[in-house]
């Protein structure tokens, strides 16, 4: 009898893990951004938050965000939202193709990095 | 730093195996042989030594991060979810190392102590219960290879009842590293393609071959070798230590593309 509990345990165990609907990665990757990736926006944005696909250590993490001649936009400290997000304030921007460049730790440590563009076009 | 992250990863996962399966050996197969009880010392030193360096090259890989000092550069390091685990890791593996050798209380300190490196590592950074079913894969990795090990490492006078008792432990492991093996593909690999044009997805299959392999020979072993001796056959003996002598060897080299896979990088999701 006791062996039948085990088996049903380890069953449903397995059964709970490969039912569960969304799949995740052992790196943190950019899952969206707002700004939106390759979006153009009308209005100055006041900050750039970055959803990563799985938790992140705050303390090891770095924003960049540069202006089409490369010079680096005076962003604030970066904030740690949620376990996953990260977002830096803003100042009132010119309009300009902004690159923003993140390098992220995940829970286990390891490290990934991307960059990606939104431009802030003049309504 | 990939090398040294795959060296020190393997290093970890043999000392692990060899540690725990030595537990699993003698609380449920027979007592450890002078040879292997020297086999589990060493493994305990070698993680011991390995936990201190793994805890270095993470304090090297993530010091661009930290300007003020090695002294904030540890605090915030231990202030992390790998931090936390790190220590408990090392406060579990003494723990284990204390309590006399293949007790009831060993098995369950070494099964917490287990899961303590499955919450560590990628599949804690999922969740819980890709943690969980990490926990049951590795544990049973361990009992089965660290169990063929202490087996390669004794003359057992009373071969039929270990043999038997061996085999007993290989199926139950088989039984479970099969489904929770199939789930790891299934998580850590978005699309079938992504197998063969990622370096993550062909190391994965070079680790499916061997562990496939392993798993012919083992069947081979259960259904031909131990019912042999079990019938008394005397002829079989050798062909069957030669057998679990490769399964070892090939357990190693599984050992070895795990650690691998943790440094690697997985195929990318889309961002949108």
Request: aromatic content about 8%; proline content about 6%.
């Amino acid at each position: 009898m006791q062996r039948h509990h085990t088996v049903c345990a380890a069953a449903a165990l397995l059964a709970a893990a490969v039912l569960t609907p969304a799949r995740s990665w052992a790196h943190a990757f950019l899952d969206h951004a707002t700004p939106r990736v390759g979006s153009t926006v009308h209005e100055s944005p006041d900050a750039v938050t970055l959803a990563f696909t799985e938790p992140i250590e705050p303390d090891f993490c770095r924003v960049e965000i540069l202006d089409a001649h490369d010079h680096r936009v005076d962003s604030g400290p970066i904030e740690h939202p949620t376990a996953t997000e990260l977002r830096v304030a803003l100042p009132a921007l010119p309009p300009s193709e902004y690159t923003v460049h993140w390098t992220v730790t995940s829970v286990d440590t390891h490290q990934t990095e991307g960059r990606f563009t939104f431009t802030f076009a003049a309504p | 730093m990939t090398t040294v992250v795959t060296i020190l990863g393997w290093l970890d996962l043999l000392g692990t195996v060899v540690l725990a399966g030595g537990v699993a050996y003698a609380r449920f197969v027979a007592p450890l042989s002078r040879s292997g009880r020297r086999a589990t010392s060493l493994a305990a030193l070698l993680l011991a030594v390995t936990l201190f360096l793994e805890l270095l090259a993470t304090s090297v890989r993530l010091s661009g991060f930290v300007q003020d000092g090695a002294w904030s550069l540890f605090s915030k390091i231990m202030a992390t979810q790998w931090g936390r685990l790190w220590l408990l890791r090392c406060v579990g593996l003494a723990a284990v190392v204390a309590v006399p050798f293949g007790s009831r209380v060993q098995v369950i300190l070494v099964a917490l102590w287990l899961l303590a490196r499955s919450f560590q590592g990628h599949a804690g950074a999922h969740g819980a219960v890709p943690a969980a079913i990490d926990w049951l894969h590795l544990s049973a990795a361990c009992a089965w290879m660290g169990s063929l090990l202490q087996f390669v490492l004794s003359r057992p006078p009373n071969l039929a009842a270990v043999v038997e008792r061996l085999r007993r432990i290989a199926t139950l492991s088989v039984a479970v590293l099969l489904p929770a093996g199939i789930f790891a593909v299934w998580l850590h690999v978005p699309t079938v393609t992504d197998l063969v044009s990622t370096p993550y997805g062909r190391v994965l299959l070079a680790k499916i071959a061997i562990a496939l392999s392993i798993f012919i020979l083992a069947a081979r072993k259960h259904f031909v070798h131990v019912p042999a001796i079990d019938r008394g056959s005397t002829t079989t003996i050798g062909s069957l230590h030669a057998s679990v002598r490769v399964e070892v060897i090939g357990g190693a080299l599984v050992l070895l593309l795990s650690a691998l896979l943790g440094a690697l990088s997985m195929p990318a999701p889309t961002v949108h």
